[in-house]
Nanobody
Framework: QVQLVESGGGLVQAGGSLRLSCAAS????????MGWYRQAPGKQREFVAA???????NYADSVKGRFTISRDNAKNTVYLQMNSLKPEDTAVYYC????????????WGQGTQVTISS
C-alpha cells in the first residue's frame, strides 16, 4: 500500500500563500485519485480538493478560486497551491489516496499544520 508524506505547512499571514506537497511511495499513476483534506481543532476532517489519474479536479466551495491541486507524475507528488489564505484555512492538512474509481480516500499521510494569522 502507498505511503504518503506531506510537507510545506507553516505559519503565514492572511492573504499569503503556501504550497503543500504530498510525496507518494509508489507511482501515482497506479492511484485513481489523490486528494487533500483538512481538520481544524474541534471539527471533523473535511474535503478540500482532489485530482484523478486523468487529471480531473474538484474543489470544496470554500477554496474554489483560491486553491489549485496539481500532480507531477514523474515525481510521484501531488501539490496544493493555496493563495489568498484566510484564518479559517487554519488546520492540519492531510493527503489521501484511493485506488478504486469510487469511494473514500482511504490511505493517509501524517498531516502538515497550516496556520494563518490575522
Amino acid at each position: 500500500q502507498v505511503q504518503l508524506v506531506e510537507s510545506g505547512g507553516g505559519l503565514v499571514q492572511a492573504g499569503g500563500s503556501l504550497r503543500l506537497s504530498c510525496a507518494a511511495s509508489e507511482s501515482i499513476l497506479s492511484i485513481n485519485s489523490m486528494g487533500w483534506y483538512r481538520q481544524a481543532p474541534g471539527k471533523q476532517r473535511e474535503f478540500v480538493a482532489a485530482i484523478t489519474r486523468a487529471g480531473s479536479t474538484n474543489y470544496a466551495d470554500s477554496v474554489k478560486g483560491r486553491f489549485t491541486i496539481s500532480r507531477d507524475n514523474a515525481k510521484n507528488t501531488v501539490y496544493l497551491q493555496m493563495n489568498s489564505l484566510k484564518p479559517e484555512d487554519t488546520a492540519v492538512y492531510y493527503c489521501g489516496a484511493r485506488y478504486t474509481t469510487w469511494g473514500p480516500h482511504n490511505y493517509w499521510g501524517q498531516g502538515t499544520q497550516v496556520t494563518i494569522s490575522s
